[in-house]
């Protein structure tokens, strides 16, 4: 018993750590926009986004009932096996966060914390430990439709941004209005972010819980004390930022003016509020990226950077199957090797972090260098000193030139 309560405590740890790599993962998400527009400085946006990832981590508990009571089916193996599979998921988990941090690739902390207890559940149960049902409905095709719909959303708004204030095209700024809504938009995807991530790691504290029997196995709602650790640690990860993610959400995938941000911050939100509600274990992440890609094809004269939407898509899809694998990997030294397993496992996983952070110190991205522009001016986009002209200006253009040409050959 003393060996089970042992390894339950390092999977809380390991769980509350992953927390964190999540908050410092996530934060672009939320701020990433406008932070790129000057709508908000880098270290406010961090720190608001932290406050307001603590707030929503109290207000649903949907998620963590997913987490916890659909995904791995805890009657199926053995009360002292499951802590050893969860922590081996973790690092799956962790690892896989650790390396697309280091990439700078906004990939999914949910699909990779997903990746990591199925692949460590199926080494140590099989396939009767999974819930396929719950797996399909609530991860895989959330996956799928959350991003896209995001990103249709934020499309139609940039659309409907643009139409209703045309008549201010000559601003040099472009719309600068809308910087001030941004930081209520903002504002409400870092309160989403917390209603839906911080529940995650909950659900996995929860199972564990639950299947050394300090919890009542039919009751899937974490404890107070859960949700404040977990509310905590998301918390400090997200103040701290993942300025790396920010860079490539801001300004890798498209130049980013304060009416798309607004759509693409208003997109957001409202997806992952609604799959909260409905308990879909969703990827924020992946909804943001899809929102800031609708937004860029939304404004006319705006460049998607392909290249950049296809790097991060090749991570969605390698999310899953390679947490799993290192799951597995884990998982499978757990089996052959009992409380020793666990032990080489958790080495194993401090030298990985470890390393991966170290290599990251070569070329750090702080607050200060991740957007030297917003440092520099306030701003991320580069206006030239005379704005191009609208559609209208340029008719009318056109249609003085003509006219000048006709005057002129009319004098000879």
Known sequence: METAALIVVLVILLA?????????????????TPIATGALK????????????????????????????????????????????????????ITWNMLTWLLGL???????????????????????????????????????????????????????????????????????GFRWGQIFTSSLVALAHGTNDAQKTMGVITLALI??????????????????ACAFTIALGTYLGGWRIIRTLG?????????????AETSTAATILASSALGFALSTTQVASG????????????????????????????????????????AFIVVIGGGWGVLIDAILALAVIIALFLRSRRNAVTANNAFSEVADSGRAIEVPEEPPLTPR??????????????EKEAGR
């Not at 992953?18 to 908050?23: R, W």
């Not at 990746?115 to 095709?141: E, P, R």
């Not at 029997?213 to 899937?220: E, F, I, K, L």
């Open 251 to 263: 300004k890798g995938l498209t130049d980013v003016k304060p009416a798309q941000g607004f759509a």
């Open 16 to 32: 509350l750590f992953f927390d964190f790599t999540n908050g410092f993962h996530d934060t672009a998400n939320a701020m990433a």
């Open 106 to 176: 906004p990939s999914s902390s949910s699909h990779a914390l997903f990746g990591g207890l199925i692949g460590a559940t199926l080494v140590g149960v099989g396939l009767s430990g999974i819930n396929f049902g719950v797996v399909l409905s609530k991860v895989v095709l959330p996956a799928l439709i959350a991003p896209l719909t995001a990103g249709l959303i934020a499309y139609l708004a940039t659309k409907l941004a643009y139409l209703t204030t045309r008549r201010y095209d000559g601003k040099p700024d472009g719309r600068s």
């Open 211 to 228: 299947s050394v029997g300090w919890q009542a196995q039919g009751d899937h709602q974490p404890h107070i004390y859960v949700i404040v």
């Open 42 to 93: 880098p270290r406010t946006a961090v720190m608001l986004a932290a406050g307001l990832n603590l707030v929503g981590a109290f207000l649903s508990t949907e998620v963590a009932a997913t987490v916890s009571g659909g995904i791995i089916q805890e009657d199926s193996t053995t009360a002292h096996l499951m802590p050893s599979l969860i922590f081996a998921g973790l690092i799956g988990a």
């Open 291 to 330: 929102s800031v890609i609708g937004s860029g094809l939304g404004r006319r004269g705006s460049a998607v950077r392909w290249r950049t939407a296809g790097r991060i898509a090749i991570g969605w899809v390698l999310t899953l199957p390679a947490a799993g694998l290192v799951g597995a990997v884990a």
């Open 393 to 406: 200006q340029a008719r009318a253009q056109r249609a003085r030139d003509r006219a000048k040409a006709k």
